[in-house]
């Protein structure tokens, strides 16, 4: 794993200039037809057409520097993901976005708002393998927990019930509505947390690793259904797998310390030398190449 | 039968009837804040809040002597140092990750030995056994209401807040993304911990409370897949324990307190030694 250690001080002085370009890049890009709320507070009160603007975030545990100068937008209606290695910042990134972390210095905005005042618009996927395996809840109990909210009455309504079995359908989880969390599969799972998170209506999607810990198979059906909700929802998620994600993904937020964007046509193997620094094999197969999990020495 | 109908009617027996009678209610706090600690894995949280009960005890004991304040009871220190600890043992494991083992250990055994030092200088002999290991002698129609009043206050707040609450148990972070205050929620539910803690210090005491707290959930838990059922099933679970024992012990002429927690560590292990057996077999054919 030595290699996924690149020194830093070389990315920030590669990397430092280009965040601007593609940041301004990727303001041409379309909105999305969904949504029609105005942006209050701004000058001009026109629906924001980014749906996260992060300008200039600095981010450190303690003494430990995680984020720096991070400069990044991502516009409405798009797939991009997150992609760097292990401890470069991609949670810490995806942390800040939802508001559970105040970035040092710099702005954050989600559809104009900051995070926390816009939590209602974000949907949340977590790794499943955060989540205590023999807790007692049923499919139907976790797709519940997307309906509740400030301000409104602990027992859920029919309408609830009804919103938390559409979004498993949209899944195709519905016929285990009754089964215990942890009898699914890793990939059942992921489909419920993310059925969870389609409950509360969002506009944005976020994903933490949901291709870590799944088979190939459920990965395909994975993102069969995210490139449906992709019609009507931003999706952003963080992943370390990079050469997978490259078919349905139309943009790739590289982050190692610092932040770059790339659209996934430019994707090759001086960029993926680049995130991942120095010596590693690639094998290129299927239009994809993975740089884990395919080595050979 | 009539043996013990008989001895349960009997005057003289008036303490283990009370004993009894908080036994059976008590398991209904123990039950739901037994479920709770369980799923929520926070055992450890609830050791160290009932061992810092002790420090409250002494205060108190040592207040009431030296300044002749003779309404404070030992049971009120309990209660205000068990909040004290919960809120801070739950303020740690929030914002002190790392640290978050060694500083409830530290609260552990300094409560413990706050109070020791506080009965130290408090003037008389006191017998500190039957806050350790409990006393069922000590049990007045007092603490009936007590218990009462706490089952009521713990199954009214699980019936307002339970989706809230099973939210926050499962996924705290995903809790806070919904608007809710997942803190605010989990300090609240230490507090519950604290208060039904000190509930049973009476009869099984401040060492080994802790056991019964989680040993019925556990076993309940082996055999459900929703919170309410659970909770449901380890306060039937509780109630057994704290029957059977009080019975041993009455019958025998054990202490109660030891004999509860010894049935209820056994019907665990066999719980999960069984479980362990069945999948050998299940996987071997």
Redesign the interface.
């Known amino acids: 794993m030595g290699y996924l250690l690149y020194p830093p001080k070389n990315i920030v002085h590669h990397w430092g200039k280009i965040p601007k370009k593609w940041g301004g890049n990727s303001s041409k890009c379309k909105l999305s037809k969904k949504g029609s709320q105005l942006s209050s507070g701004t000058i001009n009160s026109v629906e924001p057409t980014q749906a996260v603007e992060i300008k200039n975030v600095s981010f450190a545990y303690q003494q430990r520097k995680v984020l720096r100068d991070v400069n990044l937008s991502v516009p409405r209606g798009d797939f991009a993901t997150i992609v760097g290695p292990n401890g470069g910042g991609k949670t810490t990134l995806l942390k800040l976005l939802?508001g559970?972390l105040k970035p040092n210095s710099g702005t954050i905005r989600i559809f104009g708002k900051p995070p926390e005042k816009n939590?209602?618009k974000?949907g949340?996927m977590?790794q499943y393998s955060?989540?205590?395996m023999?807790?007692?809840?049923?499919v139907m109990?976790?797709a519940?927990?997307?309906r509740?909210?400030?301000?409104r009455w602990?027992?859920?309504s029919a309408l609830d019930k009804n919103a938390a079995a559409t979004a498993l359908g949209e899944v195709k989880m519905d016929t285990f509505k009754k089964t215990?969390f942890?009898a699914l599969s890793g990939g059942q799972k992921q489909r419920v947390l993310i059925a969870?998170a389609l409950c509360?209506e969002p506009e944005l999607l976020l994903l933490d690793e949901p291709t870590s810990n799944i088979d190939q198979e459920s990965e395909k059906d994975l993102f069969k259904i995210l490139k449906r909700l992709n019609q009507r929802m931003t999706i952003l998620l963080v992943s370390h797998d990079l050469g997978f994600t490259s078919q349905v993904v139309k943009s790739v937020i590289c982050v190692n310390r610092q932040v770059v964007i790339h659209p996934t046509t430019t994707i090759d193997g001086t960029m993926i030398k680049d995130i991942y620094g120095g010596d590693l094999k690639m094998i290129r197969h299927d239009h994809r190449c993975c740089e884990m999990g395919h080595l050979h020495d | 039968m009539t043996d013990l109908i008989q001895i349960l009617t009997h005057p003289d027996y008036q303490f283990l009837r009370n004993a009894l009678i908080v036994g059976l209610l008590a398991s209904i706090s123990f039950g739901i804040i037994g479920t709770y600690v369980v799923?929520k894995?926070i055992s450890y949280l609830a050791g160290a809040i009932s061992h810092s009960a002790f420090g409250g005890i002494g205060a108190a004991l040592y207040l009431n002597r030296t300044y002749g304040l003779s309404w404070l009871d030992p049971m009120m220190g309990a209660v205000v140092s068990a909040l004290a600890a919960a809120i801070i043992t739950g303020l740690v494991s929030i914002y002190a990750r790392e640290r978050e083992d060694t500083v409830i250990g530290a609260i552990w055994s300094v409560g413990m030995a706050a109070g020791l030092i506080f009965i130290d200088l408090t003037p008389g002999y006191f017998e500190i056994s039957s806050f350790l290991f409990g006393d069922i002698l000590l049990i007045s129609s007092k603490d009936i209401i007590m218990v009462l009043v706490l089952d009521t206050f713990i199954v009214a707040t699980t019936l307002?807040?339970?989706?809230?609450l099973?939210?926050v148990?499962?996924?705290d972070?995903?809790?806070?993304?919904?608007?809710?205050n997942a803190h605010g929620y989990y300090i609240f539910l230490l507090c519950l911990t604290a208060l039904t803690i000190v509930l049973l210090v009476r009869i099984v005491g401040i060492v080994m409370v802790i056991a019964l707290l989680t040993l019925p959930a556990a076993v309940a838990?082996k055999f459900?897949?929703?919170?309410w059922?659970?909770m449901l099933l380890s306060i039937f679970f509780c109630m057994a324990f704290n029957t059977a024992g009080l019975g041993l012990g009455f019958f025998q002429g054990l202490s109660s307190g030891p004999s509860i927690i010894i049935i209820a560590g056994l019907t665990y292990l066999m719980v999960i030694s069984l479980q362990k057996f069945k999948e050998l077999i299940k996987n071997r054919s």
Not at chain 1, 148 to 151: A, C, F, I, Q, T
């Open positions: 939802l559970l939590r209602c974000i949340y977590p955060h989540l205590d023999q807790f007692p809840v049923t109990d976790v519940l927990m997307g509740l909210g400030k301000g602990d027992r859920y215990h942890n969870r509360s | 799923t894995r307002l807040f339970y989706n809230r099973l939210a148990c499962f996924d972070e995903f809790a806070t993304l919904r608007g809710i838990g459900t897949t929703r919170m059922k659970m």
